[in-house]
């Protein structure tokens, strides 16, 4: 595992990358550590935000994930707030090798104004995303649903097309295959 403070201090890799994304405590570490199958690696935090620089995972020697600081940083002061931000705004409008961008989100929530505009933020600047639904072990299938359906609505409000969404949960072992199905597809497609 590498970690990096800004783009400049980037390790050189030129195969794809999958950056990882969301709301501090919406589930990330934990489902990275699902996805690479190594318990502890990207450490679980006990203080929402504590992750503030790029963790690196390289899998097989093909392909990376990316866990990306999570946004929101409730913590953090206005100024440092403002550095995280452009630190990883010029890693996602500029790192060559970042494949696909998957944005985190927690099922259980209305569709929440911070997640919204990110992701319009995204697809404004053309960097290509997808969606996971985490957490989803929390609540019922017919909630589950609603909520999904509730998010697409608002992406709808913005876009003509929906990007593909996932469901997952690190508690029960979900999503895992069909996740790493996708960034295989893909690579595969490269
Ligand atoms: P991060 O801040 O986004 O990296 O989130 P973490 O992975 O550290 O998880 C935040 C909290 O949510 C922890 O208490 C986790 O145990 C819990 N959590 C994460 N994923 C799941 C999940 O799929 N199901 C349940 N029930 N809890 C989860």
Redesign the pocket.
């Known amino acids: 595992m590498m970690s990096a403070n800004s783009i400049d201090k980037c390790p050189a890799i030129t195969t794809p990358e999958y950056a990882f994304i ?10 990275i550590n699902m996805l690479t199958g190594r318990k502890g690696l ?1 450490l ?3 203080t ?4 503030r620089v790029m963790n690196y995972f390289t899998i097989n020697n093909a392909w990376s994930i990316v866990d990306l600081p ?1 946004y929101g940083f409730a913590k953090l002061s206005k100024v440092e707030r403002e550095k995280l931000k452009e630190r990883i705004d010029s890693y996602l409008l500029y790192r060559e090798n970042l494949t696909l961008v998957f944005v ?1 989100i927690d099922c259980r929530h209305e569709p929440q104004k911070i997640d919204v505009e990110f992701i319009q933020w995204l697809g404004e600047n053309g960097i290509p995303f997808s969606i996971i639904f ?5 609540i019922s299938n017919s909630k589950l649903k609603t909520n999904i359906q509730a998010f697409s609505n608002k992406l709808s409000e913005d876009w003509e097309e929906l990007p593909r969404m996932f469901v ?5 072992g979900l999503g895992k295959e069909e996740i790493l199905n996708y960034i295989e597809e893909i690579n595969n497609s490269l």
């Open positions: 969301g709301r501090s405590n919406v589930g990330k570490s934990s489902l990207a679980t935090s006990s929402p935000g504590k992750t999570g985190l985490t957490k989803i072990d929390k997952s949960s690190s508690d029960k």
